[in-house]
């Protein structure tokens, strides 16, 4: 009996799904946590799971920080990373490795006697699009746009691709004389002259290089051919984009900053997803044949998620859509589009 059960796990081992996952299928995947509490998470969370990008998710909300309750910034109060220069690289190099999280978010109301109802809520998933594939060359990019005005004595490059970048920037910031990495209560009576500002180190994510008009234009003309009548939204909500380091977050740091210059060192990181914008070329043909888009591009998304979309649509479905609904809808039978009577009118 032991012999067989050893036979029947090493032939599960043989047939990870891990090794075949499909890259041309959407991601199955979602950022739901909405805490603003301290991360408190158990040290065997999983970070690889089949069908997920090759990420450390965990480093969206670091031990100790806070996220905002709208997901967007992340703060973590740490004096060893203001004080450390190679505590700080290493988190920075870190946080400079995580894109922010885009989705797509299509939605549909109408007016009605108890005023305005929901039809459909769909939320999609892109952060797989922005992320090489496995053994791939990303194009993203890391650059300091703001270093301060601390007595620094180091010539900051301003490029992470730069020679030990990282580490200067890290090195800059912590030598920096700011007023909450002197400020202790054994040192109050320092002189005022020294109560200069207050400092803290930005990281900022950014998207560049696709076309989101162009999807608003495809994703409207869906909705008219499904004859849908009511009130539409199309955005691109970004998540996680900024994370913030700070030595303290005190009441008393929190009131001197109000009259206090606050100085900050900020790096942007920048995740294309193409190596041009389209159109950029005068020769819109020539373009179309330099553009070269990370995993997919706009038009090929589209064809992709167009099923998907329209079943979600119809269906009335409010959350989530990923990849178990592509494959779902995949697996029924063709059938004929044909569009259905107008619905999404006002009731009143």
């Known amino acids: 009996m ?8 090493q032939q599960e081992q043989d047939h990870d799904p891990v090794e075949q996952e499909d890259e041309d299928l959407p991601p199955a995947y979602s950022m739901a ?14 970070r690889t799971i089949p069908g997920l990008p090759t990420l450390d998710f965990t480093r969206y909300a670091p031990l100790d920080s806070r996220v905002s309750s709208d997901l967007s910034t992340t703060t973590i109060v740490d004096s060893t990373l203001c004080n450390s220069p190679q505590a700080l690289a290493k988190f920075l ?25 929901v039809d459909f809520n769909i939320r999609l998933n892109l952060l797989r699009y922005f992320l090489p594939h496995a053994g ?9 746009v703001s270093s301060g005005t ?40 320092l002189p005022v002259s020294l109560y200069l500002y207050i400092s803290s180190f930005i990281i900022t994510r950014k998207l560049t290089n696709w076309d989101s008009e162009y999807l608003i234009g495809r994703i409207h003309g869906l909705l008219q051919n499904l004859n849908y009548k009511g009130r539409t939204s199309i955005t691109f909500p970004l998540y996680h984009t900024r994370t913030i380091v700070k030595s303290s977050q005190s009441f008393g740091s929190t009131l001197r900053s109000a009259f206090v210059r606050n100085e900050k060192y900020e790096v942007e990181v920048y995740w ?4 041009q914008m389209p159109g950029e070329e005068s020769d819109e043909e020539q373009s179309c044949m330099t553009r070269k888009c990370l995993v997919r591009s706009e038009s090929g998304w589209f064809k992709d998620w167009k099923p998907v ?9 409010k959350g989530w859509v990923g990849m178990e609904d592509w494959i779902e809808v995949a697996m029924r039978p063709p059938v004929a589009e044909r569009a259905p009577t107008a619905w999404g009118d006002s009731t009143i």
């Not at 946590?33 to 999983?46: E, I, L, N």
């Not at 791939?136 to 300091?144: F, I, M, N, P």
Request: hydrophobic share 30%; net charge positive.
């Open 2 to 9: 032991t012999s067989n059960k050893s036979a029947v796990a």
């Open 33 to 46: 946590s909405t805490s603003t509490s301290a991360t408190v998470r158990p040290a065997s969370f999983g």
């Open 93 to 117: 190099r870190e946080q400079i490795a995580i894109p922010p999280v885009p989705e797509v978010n299509v939605k549909g109301t109408h007016k009605s006697w108890n005023g305005d109802e």
């Open 136 to 144: 791939e060359v990303g194009l993203e990019y890391a650059k300091l």
């Open 150 to 189: 601390g007595k620094t004595k180091f010539k900051l490059p301003e490029n992470a691709a730069e020679t030990n970048g990282v580490e200067q920037w890290a090195e800059a910031f912590c030598s920096d004389p700011a007023l909450d990495k002197r400020y202790s209560p054994d040192n109050r009576r």
């Open 272 to 275: 294309p997803y193409a190596n």
């Open 309 to 317: 979309l329209r079943a979600a649509v119809l269906g009335k479905r």
